[in-house]
């Protein structure tokens, strides 16, 4: 699971951090809302798998397609 943080939205992009296993360590993750196209800004120096930032991506773009971009948001997955 991992946790995202809003840290900017204007009306082309927001700007998470996201805390894979809810831990101190974060990555950043930003996403284009009309392209849909995200870029890495900083990647969580602890947990290095793709599948944090994959999980992350992902969970961008389920709040894109809901209109609803939380202060905060768990994803989780099994």
């Known amino acids: ?25 974060y990555g950043t993750i930003e996403l284009d809302l009309k392209s849909r196209e995200a870029r890495l800004i900083k990647r969580a120096d602890k947990y290095k798998q793709t599948m944090y930032l994959m999980h992350a991506y992902q969970g961008l773009l389920r709040m ?15």
Do not use: G, H
């Open 1 to 25: 699971m991992l946790l995202l943080k809003l840290i900017k939205i204007n009306n082309n992009v927001v700007v998470y951090n996201y805390f894979p296993e809810n831990a101190e360590d």
């Open 64 to 78: 894109l397609d809901e209109n609803d971009f939380s202060d905060t948001r768990v994803v989780a997955w099994y």
